[in-house]
């Protein structure tokens, strides 16, 4: 193995924080610098950054050397007192399907696969339009914020039908979202955690009520998959993992895709060419303009790994048991890749080369639905407020969390 360097630890210069400023509101000007140099170690994240297309590409297509598994850490190695509600709230320590690799990932991911299978999209379409106009005719005074009037309670009754969730559910579902978020991330106070942790058993009792339910009579949804199986693939013999898919499922499809609803939305009323396009000739445009927008703000900033073995990466020596963050929002404005990749061009022959949706063996399954969503939200809005445009002093801000990237809010008026 020929190795032309080892990993940078020049301190400053290469520590990644998407937690705080300036990289929670533009990592960019970051990712440049980082692509010019070899694979870096952050301190913030505890982990060397893989930020070149290349590198990232090398990294998704070698799950055998960059393991899933070995990268996130188990909500029971929080500390002691938050380890103690967990367990007295008796939730299953579990592993989410981006969590696994071969050869128990296959079996999941088959169910997973089932749940969003294209004939289960299309029979959600109505749902989705349905739930779009809805939430349009909820509009009034001229002004909105599409974070929290539109694109989130739009996904998140989606998803939450998808898995199984009742309507009347949505606020306790959001909340454990929250909480398992606060729960894996290291920047998160104890005391935090510790509430989280309590509310997480609730839920936990809450979903094995479903869990139950749907064994004794199965519906048209995930849960009813994984506990039952289909299409010849067994169901899930343990309802602990039956949890930890629906937690990992119910996390990895709802902010993601409100972010990008967002986004793209966003990419559209910046961009006056994009917006009249859409007026003019909305099928196409607001494709286009979906894609652009996933591979320029992906909402999923990126995914750890741990090396299995001593591996060479960029030119760079990595020992086993290395952790690695994979950017997608810097591979995906790589320029020997995308040229001008920070410019919105529509219509980009190489535009599905993005990683946005990750890559191989972990690829989104949910990634169909997604789109089907974003186009869905936008061809509503647009029909519907052509008069559409950001409110008067609207500067966007993002949020702090560690791996998803979206809005705080965006507000709009017509």
Known sequence: MTVTGQADHSGAESDFNPMVNPHQEDPHPFYRRARTRSVMFSPSVDAYLVCRYTDVHAVLDDPETFSARLAFPFIYDNPPEVVAELRAGGVPEQRRLVDEDSPRHRQIRALIDVGFSAQRIRSLMPVVWRRAEELVDRFTGGTADLVAEYAGPYVQGIINAVIGFPVEAAERVETSTLDSFTLSNPAAPVEAKIDAARRLGEFTRYLQALVDARRAAPRDDLISVLVHGADGIPGLAQDGAVH???????????????????????????????????????????????????????????????????????????????????????????????????????????????????????????????????????????????????????????????????????????
Do not use: M
């Not at 790589?334 to 599905?352: M, S």
């Open 244 to 414: 930890g898919i629906i937690r990992g499922t119910r996390i990895a499809g709802f902010p993601t895709t409100r972010d990008a609803i967002t986004a793209t939305t966003l990419l559209a009323l910046q961009n006056p060419a994009v917006h009249e396009g859409i007026l003019r000739e909305p099928t196409q445009t607001i494709i286009k303009a979906t894609e652009e927008a996933l591979r320029r703000n992906p909402p999923n900033r990126g995914v750890f790994r741990v090396t299995t073995r001593e591996v060479e990466l960029g030119g760079t020596r990595l020992p086993q048991g290395a952790r690695v963050l994979v950017l997608f929002d810097s591979a995906n404005r790589d320029d020997t890749v995308f040229p001008d990749a920070d410019a919105v061009v529509l219509g980009r022959p190489n535009v599905h080369d993005h990683v946005s949706f990750g890559r191989g063996l972990h690829a989104c399954p949910g990634a169909p639905v997604a789109r089907a969503e974003i186009q869905v939200a936008l061809r509503t809005l647009f029909g519907r407020l052509p008069g559409l445009r950001l409110a008067d002093g609207f500067e966007p801000t993002y949020r702090a969390i560690h791996l998803v990237r979206g809005l705080e809010s965006l507000r709009v008026q017509w």
